[in-house]
């Protein structure tokens, strides 16, 4: 097992070259263009890219408890924040201070993982009837397979299984039941349960640092240049990167991909970015994945299984296709995965839940017509600057590419594609700013 997910990351990593090159390779703009765009934004100053709102980045201790992170987050209306070591030495070196970037969905993902295995654990009641062994079988990836009681719990951990068994949940939320059954009385209260019940109230935020949607802390200083912030936010597949002030510990900044877009969007008018915006997404390689490698989900299909391709993928949303021309219909991210919590009638069925009957709750409709807001979608004769456009004013990640009067789904355009267009990478750019190997740190 853990030969394979090893593999997996090197694999991974790996492909970011492989992509970075294929973009390359495709893009028909003149390389004088790309290389004076290149050196543009090398002299550019980090510094000269705005504040996040408010001016001031929020930073979650590592010994947080999940709930207390949630709420920072929630409060905060952001999607992730750095997690900073709070008994760290007093230095200036960023490496000895923060652990990571967590993500809202990733724990969320945990929360609900976590619950499953209690409910797990309920069904046979003890641990030693729930671990018979110590590899994990994933929560999301046992209910897509249709497992339940005790065969679901086949794989858990004992530890993991006794937390839940000591936390005192099962003799109140359905000891002697099987898992499903457990489980969906678990919505009943379920803040109250994640707030003053084992193991959610105890469990930091150190201790899943490192699960889906984990990045590193990867900073840039505030007197480098956009070209290293570009190059971490596409081709290093980074959706953040935190700005530091040379010689201080403190975090200045922290810019997104979204921020980045939208920032490109208000270069219109300037020639650099009309020649490329101008440009049909075809001319530019765009969409860069095959149309037979975009991942989807029928919309009758469980709303968890859904979620779980998107983990299992590393991607952070799925096209809700019908029929087998893969029509779109709607739209699925993982950030959606929050209202599984925030919507307990959602909760407390979460397992039969389809992806219609989810959209049909949670994606927004219009005003006169009550209709669910249709995907957004373009064609392979769009510009680049009508996607810029698209991406930047709703404020989405990706934006689907259809073809032909049935609208089939043949790609998917991410924030990350749409910066590759505009920069290519110096030989060892990033390796000889930050005196290491970028890949290794991504491989810890």
């Known amino acids: 097992m853990a030969q394979a997910e090893e593999a997996k990351e090197v694999s991974k990593l790996s492909s970011c070259d492989a992509y970075f090159e294929a973009i390359q390779s495709r893009k028909k703009l003149p390389h004088s263009l790309q290389e004076t765009l290149t050196a543009a934004f090398a002299r550019i100053p980090v510094l000269s890219f705005p ?3 408010g001016g001031r980045v929020i930073e979650i201790m590592a010994d947080t408890t999940i709930p207390d992170a949630v709420k920072i987050l929630s409060e905060c209306n952001i999607l992730s924040a750095p997690v900073k070591i709070p008994d760290a030495p007093s230095s200036s070196d960023w490496k000895e201070r923060y652990l990571g970037i967590v993500d809202y969905s990733a724990i969320i993902l945990w929360v609900l993982e976590t619950a499953e295995l209690a409910a797990a654990a309920f069904s046979v009641g003890t641990a030693t009837a729930a671990g018979v062994g110590t590899g994990t079988v994933g929560a999301l990836g046992a209910l897509a397979l249709g497992m339940t009681g005790p065969a679901a719990v086949a794989g858990l951990t004992v530890a993991a299984a006794g937390a839940a068994v000591a936390g005192g949940l099962a003799a ?15 919505h009943e209260d379920f803040y109250k349960v994640i707030l003053q019940e084992e193991p959610f109230k105890s469990t930091t935020v150190r201790s899943i640092i ?18 290293s912030v570009l190059l971490l936010l596409s081709k290093y597949r980074l959706r953040n990167v935190p700005i530091i002030e040379p010689g201080t510990p403190d975090i200045k900044n922290y810019i997104t991909q979204s921020a980045v877009v939208q920032g490109l969007e208000g270069c219109k008018g300037r020639d650099w970015f009309d020649i490329i915006a101008s440009q049909p997404i075809s001319d530019l390689g765009l969409p860069f994945m095959p149309s037979d490698e975009v991942i989807t989900i029928q919309s009758n299909e469980l709303i968890l299984e859904a979620f779980k391709r998107m983990k299992d993928n590393n991607i952070g949303g799925i096209p809700v296709v019908e029929g087998q021309q893969k029509k779109i219909v709607g739209n699925v991210s993982i950030r959606d995965i929050r209202h599984l919590l925030l919507k307990p009638e959602l909760f407390s ?14 994606v927004p409709t219009t005003p006169d017509s009550g209709k669910v807001i249709p995907p957004i979608t373009c064609k392979l004769e769009s510009t680049l600057g009508s996607v810029i456009h698209s991406l930047a004013s ?3 990640h990706r934006i689907y590419v259809v073809a032909g009067e049935g609208a089939e789904v043949v790609g998917v355009i991410t924030l990350r594609d749409v910066i590759s267009c505009f920069i290519f990478e110096p030989p060892n750019h990033l390796d000889n700013y930050f005196g290491f190997s970028v890949k290794d740190l991504l491989n810890q």
């Open 394 to 396: 709703k404020s989405v």
């Open 349 to 362: 069925n979460f397992r039969q839940l389809t992806v219609r009957d989810f959209m049909n709750a949670v």
């Open 172 to 186: 109140e939320k359905g000891a002697g039941k099987d898992a499903p059954t457990a489980a969906d009385r678990l």
């Open 51 to 53: 504040n996040v709102p």
């Open 210 to 227: 490192k699960s889906y949607r984990w990045a590193p802390f990867l900073p840039v200083a505030t007197d480098d240049s956009m070209l």
